[in-house]
């Protein structure tokens, strides 16, 4: 085989691997969607069950002019809830790997709400906060930082021996080992927590919208769900997909550029040259 056959099949080869693989990502959403159909169109199910397309898009087309105040109204309740949650949990995984006696003070308290379903607080959220944004936007920064506290004090604990002592060897303090060993090292770490808390905080701000509010997408849901109109609450639900997505996207392509420098991000190393082959 010549140098420039070998080229254009590896050209090929490139080309078919970038149309496959989005093909794959989507043959099952569009199998789910033809089954959707099928089986609205032919009344195997009740629309109150399962709606046609045209029922989905008349409720959309119904919730138009509400959505836009709707969908800023969750934004803010729940980017709050999610940055309040994401600086106070990993600062108190940091705090508490630190300092042994902030551990030994906090770390049963920390352990006994790290269990308790958050849903389970929403009547005490009401009678402590009232109603309004305050105990929603509370609520969602509960959830998401009990997920980043159990993180980072766990990545914490996990940091290889080997480059603590070497920097003690180089005569770095505790504090430097903190600033230039530990937190690089956790920070890829914590990435995966933190798209699985931004994840939960959409699913918390349905609940936490529930708690009376008067806006938002999740008391557009309470609407539709009062007059059993499950096309606006499958609509609602996909609007929530979308935001939840979007969402994961942004941190995701933060998460290509700060950790770079990783090998699952360079591409090489004995991970990434086993996992995803295929």
């Known amino acids: 085989m010549t140098q420039a056959t070998e080229a254009k099949t590896?050209?090929?080869t490139i080309n078919g691997d970038r149309w496959r693989k989005p093909l794959r990502k989507l043959a099952v959403p569009a199998l789910i969607i033809i089954l959707w159909i099928v089986v609205s169109e032919l009344g195997l199910a009740k629309a109150r069950v399962i709606p046609s397309m045209a029922d989905m898009w008349s409720a959309?087309?119904?919730?138009?002019?509400l959505l836009p105040a709707a969908i800023l109204t969750t934004l803010s309740?729940?980017?709050s809830g999610f940055f309040i949650g994401l600086v106070l949990g990993t600062a108190m995984g940091l705090v508490m790997a630190y300092s042994r006696l902030v551990r030994e003070f906090l770390g049963s308290v920390f352990d006994f709400l790290r269990p308790v379903p958050v849903f389970a607080l929403i009547p005490l959220f009401?009678?402590?906060f009232g109603i309004g944004r305050a105990p929603q936007i509370a609520l969602i920064a509960m959830g998401t930082s009990v997920v980043l506290g159990v993180t980072t004090l766990e990545a914490i604990r996990n940091v290889p021996s080997i480059y603590i002592r070497a920097a003690l060897t180089l005569g770095?303090?505790?504090?430097?080992?903190?600033?230039?060993?530990?937190?690089p090292y956790i920070i890829p770490h914590l990435i995966g927590a933190i798209r699985v808390a931004a994840a939960a905080s959409w699913g918390l701000d349905v609940a936490a919208e529930f708690m009376?509010?008067?806006?938002g997408l999740g008391y557009l849901i309470v609407l539709q769900q009062t007059y059993l109109r499950t096309a606006g609450i499958i609509v609602l639900v996909i609007v929530y997909s979308i935001l939840a997505v979007i969402t994961?996207?942004?941190i995701a392509l933060l998460e290509a550029r700060v950790t770079r420098w990783t090998e699952r991000r360079s591409g090489v190393g004995v991970v990434a040259s086993i996992v995803g082959r295929t």
């Open 10 to 12: 590896n050209l090929l």
């Open 60 to 65: 959309l087309q119904g919730l138009l002019e």
């Open 77 to 79: 309740i729940t980017l």
């Open 126 to 128: 009401i009678l402590w």
């Open 172 to 183: 770095a303090s505790r504090r430097r080992i903190y600033l230039t060993v530990i937190i």
């Open 212 to 215: 009376g509010s008067q806006q």
């Open 248 to 250: 994961d996207t942004i």
